[in-house]
């Protein structure tokens, strides 16, 4: 495993592990259904396969399914024991990570879907949908729940885009409820500074190195113009040939869905995104505050 690796596999580790109970294990369904796990990253494969851009938004879904707890009034708690190798960690934690952000809008909740940093934004569900009736289809009846369909997905995007592989530990359940308001105020904002950053993550039980760490999922995927046109027009600590590049694709007005990339190589799971921070090419207020 690549030494550079490390500080991000433990942060997607203490991240995706949320659970009410302690029960999760990585063999939760070697008995129960053998075929599950293979079949997730058989779908997973393809899909990135046909659409790179894709491996981005199920990590996406996993990260925002994960910092949003629905079971509570309190914050997602999640904490993790000091470690010396990566395959031994233990983790104790509570909540979150429980699909709730898949369920649609009832009359007794709406769904994390509509929050602000969900709506037109989160994408990847007909996949999610695609891998649940494969998994329910080989396993001959419903087994493997939606959130830890969600979190090997994550793990095997990752993995098909050239990133590294980590431990799933499964056996999460499935919350019946959601929450837009919680969403609304947990969920990381693209137009956050350092301190904002930091107080959010620490409200999750995550410090610095994890910020650090799981903003590094931005190496892959894009962007909406919408979301970055300020830093474009607006911002000082931007590189001045880096603003116009995106300024191309990205008017002033209008074009608020037109896509540039985090970094150079969106289909690749490098540490490219980190090498623009230096440069003053961060494409969201947000990456390159990690860089004050």
């Known amino acids: 495993m690549a030494p550079r690796f490390n500080f991000l596999l433990h942060a997607f580790l203490c991240l995706a592990l949320a659970t009410t ?5 990585p063999k939760f369904y070697d ?24 491996g981005a938004s199920l990590l996406r879904l996993h990260f925002h399914d994960c910092f949003v707890n ?8 999640i904490l993790c024991m000091p470690y010396n190798d990566l395959d031994e960690l233990i983790f104790f934690v509570f909540q979150g990570c429980d699909g709730s952000l898949l369920l649609d809008s009832t009359s007794a909740f709406e769904t994390e879907k509509n929050a602000r940093g969900n709506f037109n934004s989160v994408r990847g569900f007909e996949v999610v ?12 009846r ?4 939606c959130a830890d369909i969600l979190a090997v997905a994550a793990r095997d995007s990752v993995l098909a885009l050239g990133g590294p592989t980590w431990k799933v530990r499964l056996g999460r359940r499935d919350s019946t ?10 969920l990381p904002s693209a137009s956050m500074d350092l301190p904002a950053l930091i107080n959010n993550f620490k409200n999750q039980g995550l410090n610095k190195r994890d910020l650090v760490a799981l903003s590094g999922g931005h190496t892959i995927g894009l962007s909406q113009c919408v979301i970055f046109r300020n830093r474009i027009y607006n911002a000082t600590n931007i590189d001045p040939a880096f603003a116009k590049e995106r300024r191309a694709t990205c008017p002033r007005t209008g074009g608020n869905t037109n ?15 980190f090498k623009n921070l230096v440069k003053e090419r961060g494409l969201l207020t947000s990456d390159q505050a990690l860089f004050s």
């Open 70 to 77: 629905v079971t509570s009034i309190l914050h997602t708690t």
């Open 129 to 140: 949908d695609q891998i649940k009736a494969e998994v329910d289809r080989v396993c001959g």
């Open 142 to 145: 419903p087994v493997v729940s």
């Open 21 to 25: 109970s302690f029960s999760l294990s």
């Open 259 to 273: 896509l540039a990339p985090f970094d150079p190589t969106p289909a690749r799971f490098d540490t490219a995104y």
């Open 31 to 54: 008995n129960l259904c053998p075929q599950a796990l293979p079949a997730i990253k058989r779908i997973v494969e393809a899909a990135v396969h046909r659409e790179p851009r894709m």
């Open 177 to 186: 409820t959601a929450s837009r308001t919680l969403a609304d105020s947990l």
